[in-house]
């Protein structure tokens, strides 16, 4: 699979990476079998990016990881994890304390001295403008406590601000073909800066799949099923903050652009992974076939002409979301 530099650290990680919110919680029941043979099929893949937080499933998605690759010496997997969600997200909280608290667990679940790279997890604006979050993250630096760090957002506006940081490895932000904003002056700031980008939420909770009907369900435990307007955290994470039924009109004309061969899935990562400036597309997984899936696409961002389906992303962009999308994130 197509390796790129991973910002300024000398590593290198895969096109095509892996999102583990799902084997922590939120998405449905997944035993530490499947979420173990999730990881196996990734990694066997050529998947070399693992991104999880300290909070999906309160640790457990970590300590599944960590469990994995103490088992494969040699893996040349980079973890990339996240913090700042295990307290109320007030700037008061983001102190140096919490971070080496924080840091500290991760170390522990993940089982190594050194975290390969922590972002911090879609903080308040006021915490990636201030100059003591850097300054708390260069001290983990020095201290071997962290390898490098980045920053998770939800807004254009902070993955900006984040980019202006001269620390700063890589900005997280959500990018599909429902998600376009991050194209105007994101994408190209980060190129500018040397900064890598992780395209996440890249099938829009599923969305994109093209799986979804009108009578689908998830189960109660299910972020698309009790955050669907945003009432346990922001409204982008599930379904892009797309309407579940304007997405689904999305879907069916995007799916009529696909080339021969090609599924909406594939098509989707692919689009994501092709953009000037990403470095990585991180979805998620439940199962192995999901995972392998995935894995896949990193084929047809390589082998396939995408200018039709690119095409229609900008098209039924700008005529069904551009207006209820664009000013928001």
């Not at 003591?132 to 760090?149: M, N, Q």
Request: charged content about 20%; hydrophobic content about 45%.
């Amino acid at each position: 699979m197509q390796q790129h530099p991973l910002g300024r650290t000398g590593r290198d990680v895969s096109v095509i990476g892996l999102g583990t919110w799902q084997l922590g919680a939120d998405w449905g029941d997944v035993s530490e079998d499947a979420a173990l043979d999730v990881l196996a099929a990734s990694a066997d893949a050529g998947v070399t990016l693992f991104d999880t937080a300290d909070v999906y499933g309160d640790g457990r998605s970590e300590t599944l990881i960590g469990r994995f690759l103490a088992a494969r010496p040699g893996h040349g997997i980079t973890v990339a994890t996240k913090m700042g969600r295990r307290l109320e997200q007030e700037p008061e909280n983001y102190t140096p304390d919490n971070f080496r608290a924080w840091t500290d667990r991760s170390r522990r679940n993940l089982g190594v001295d050194t975290l390969d790279l922590v972002q911090l997890h879609c903080p308040p604006s006021a915490v990636i403008d201030a100059d003591g979050t850097y300054d708390a993250l260069d001290d983990l630096v020095a201290a071997g406590s962290i390898a490098a760090y980045g920053v998770s957002v939800e807004t254009c506006t902070q993955a900006l601000a984040a980019i202006a940081r001269p620390g700063v490895t890589n900005v997280q932000i959500i990018l599909n073909p429902f998600r376009l904003k991050p194209l105007d002056e994101v994408l190209p700031a980060a190129v500018d800066a040397g900064v890598s980008i992780f395209a996440r939420v890249p099938l829009a909770s599923g969305l994109l799949s093209g799986k979804y009907t009108a009578s689908t369900t998830f189960a109660a435990d299910d972020h698309r099923t009790y955050n669907r307007h945003g009432e346990a955290f922001d409204q982008g994470e599930t379904f892009s903050g797309v309407e579940f039924e304007t997405g689904l009109q999305a879907v069916a004309e995007l799916s009529d652009a696909l080339p021969d061969g090609v599924n909406l899935p594939a098509a989707a990562l692919a689009w994501a992974a092709t953009r000037p400036g990403v470095t990585t597309v991180i979805p998620g997984a439940r199962n192995v076939a999901q995972a392998a899936a995935n894995a896949a696409a990193a084929e047809t961002a390589a082998g396939v002409d995408l200018s039709g389906f690119e095409a229609a992303v900008v098209e039924v962009y700008d005529r069904l979301l551009r207006e209820s999308i664009h000013p928001r994130w």
